[in-house]
T-cell receptor
Framework: GAVVSQHPSRVICKSGTSVKIECRSL??????MFWYRQFPKQSLMLMAT?????????EQGVEKDKFLINHASLTLSTLTVTSAHPEDSSFYIC????????????FGPGTRLTVL | EDQVTQSPEALRLQEGESSSLNCSYT??????LFWYRQDPGKGPEFLFT?????EEKEKERLKATLTKKESFLHITAPKPEDSATYLC????????????WGAGTKLIIKP
């Protein structure tokens, strides 16, 4: 139980294009989803928190117009990196949980984005 | 300020050599402490959630314990496949449900 999938697992795109990453909770309804990015040999950095049906809450320093998050249903959240640049190249990971204190976050396998 | 510190940063063990990883924390109102395992190029894999001091949980060769100041992840008779980075995170009191992460312990088990 508690399986989270991400698609695609790897994506290579040209600078200036937009990339969409999907995150799905396969066997539970996730009222809250989180998006992280991780640089090599570093811990996870939270980008934003999204609750189903409401706007995402972005962490300080994360551009909301660049990283568009949509949490349209209890099983799907998407992250769109708009007008991607090489500095956006990173490992993006989503997690899903049921809303509430002490709730476990279950993570997807991650998406490796490379912007040329 | 809420903070999570993991030690050691890296740990090399021989196969079968038991040891412990430490996660110390200072948070206002602990709601949960979480242990994850992360392999290179993959997302974190959930291991344990602990909620209150004195609580213990086990899974195969792993056992997690919790006190009011720290948590230990004990690994008994490890195998090479236990090699990974082990991450500790806590959820503190507050209106959001974000995790505060430690930097992780990279565990290497040599055959």
């Amino acid at each position: 139980g508690a399986v989270v999938s991400q698609h695609p697992s790897r994506v290579i795109c040209k600078s200036g294009t937009s990339v969409k990453i999907e995150c799905r909770s396969l066997d539970f309804q996730a009222t809250t989803m989180f998006w992280y990015r991780q640089f090599p040999k570093q811990s996870l950095m939270l980008m934003a928190t999204s609750n189903e049906g409401s706007k995402a809450t972005y962490e300080q320093g994360v551009e909301k117009d660049k990283f568009l998050i949509n949490h349209a249903s209890l099983t799907l959240s998407t992250l769109t990196v708009t007008s991607a640049h090489p500095e956006d190249s990173s490992f993006y990971i989503c997690s899903a949980s049921v809303r509430g204190p002490g709730r476990t976050q279950y993570f997807g396998p991650g998406t490796r984005l490379t912007v040329l | 300020e809420d903070q999570v510190t993991q030690s050691p940063e890296a740990l090399r063990l021989q196969e079968g050599e038991s040891s412990s990883l430490n996660c110390s924390y200072t948070v206002s109102g602990l709601r949960g402490l979480f242990w994850y395992r992360q392999d290179p190029g993959k997302g974190p894999e959930f291991l344990f959630t602990l909620y209150s001091a004195g609580e213990e949980k086990e899974k195969e060769r792993l056992k997690a314990t919790l006190t009011k100041k720290e948590s230990f992840l004990h690994i008994t008779a490890p195998k090479p496949e236990d090699s990974a980075t082990y991450l500790c995170a806590v959820q503190a009191g507050g209106s959001n449900y974000q995790l505060i992460w430690g930097a992780g312990t990279k565990l290497i088990i040599k055959p």
